[in-house]
């Protein structure tokens, strides 16, 4: 019986120290990739100065690129969320008040942060979707960064940014808190979009829709949502929306309820964004959506 329980006393002790070497080793590969130091030649992008190319910007930001889910309504940013064990969350103040960005960012920063996820020191972004930022055309950066310039000052001094130890040991398997992993910073520009009730045009925008229905739009798991948070649904003509009609897709995301009834949670589905896209972008989106192969979804 004594030499049972030592026996057991030796497996599980080893068994404890090989835990703790693993999350030691994971602690200090994410720190390495926090870190890292990205080189990346960053393009130059026009930044207009006229009313039309600021309009179009706010637009972008509050329609379709959602920045106001996280930076807040008026982007003077908060402290989202603050753990021990996970860290800070605090998406910037990006407007030029006390704290904010437009004290010291210069038009190659903002391209540097939007588009490639990289801070002014060289470093990966936290928790920020640059993933699908990075879609976005040279002419409609141009007018986000135009308009966030316009910005009305907001005085709010944040922390900044950070990963604690689990959130650094989660980091060592998975990369996908560092938006500036995620992208292919000499990916060629893509053609500039031209706007209009079209397929090609729907496909440009659903970058948004990406970022939690998944690249080929089939559903699945959001990254960075908590475990009992929803799926994202097949929005392809494979899942629900194979159903509807158009005005029924108008309808669903303007209203944010389905067409059998069931109401999309604003907290998961940013749908309180979308209802301010034009008919013509969600009708531009309903076509591409309906172009897509049936797929199924991925779970
Ligand atoms: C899911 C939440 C989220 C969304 C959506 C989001 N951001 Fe951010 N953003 C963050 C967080 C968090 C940070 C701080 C990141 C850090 O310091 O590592 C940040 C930082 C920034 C910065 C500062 C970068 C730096 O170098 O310090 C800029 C600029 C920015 N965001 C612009 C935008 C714009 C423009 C949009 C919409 C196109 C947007 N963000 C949408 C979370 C978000
Ligand atoms: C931040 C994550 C996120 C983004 C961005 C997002 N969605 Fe969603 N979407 C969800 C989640 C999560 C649900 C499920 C919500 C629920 O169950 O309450 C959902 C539900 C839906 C539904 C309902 C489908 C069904 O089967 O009932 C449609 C349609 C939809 N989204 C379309 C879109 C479109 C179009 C875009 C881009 C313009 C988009 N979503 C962007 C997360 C997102």
Known sequence: MKRILKWIGIVSGGL???????????????????????????????????????????????????CQKCHTQNLGGEVADDDPLFGVNAPRNLTSGRGGIGETFSDIDYVRAIRHGIGQDGKSLLFMPTEIYSKISDADLGAIIAYLKSLPPVNNELPDTSLGILARILAGVDSSVLSANLIDHDAPRPAEPVPGVTRDYGEYLAFSCSRCHGDNLAGGTVGGFEPDAPKAPNITPGGAPGNWTQAQFVSTLRGGVTPSGKVLDREFMPWLYFTRMTDDELNAIWLYLESLPAREFEG
Do not use: C, M, S, W
């Not at 070497?21 to 926090?34: E, N, R, S, W």
């Not at 890292?36 to 393009?43: D, I, L, R, S, T």
């Open 16 to 66: 404890i120290g090989l835990i703790l070497i693993a999350a030691v080793t994971l602690y200090f590969i994410g720190t390495a990739k926090i870190n890292k130091n990205f080189e990346v030649q960053v393009a130059e992008v026009i930044v207009p100065t006229d009313q039309a190319a600021i309009e179009r910007g706010e637009h972008f930001v509050e329609a379709i690129a959602f």
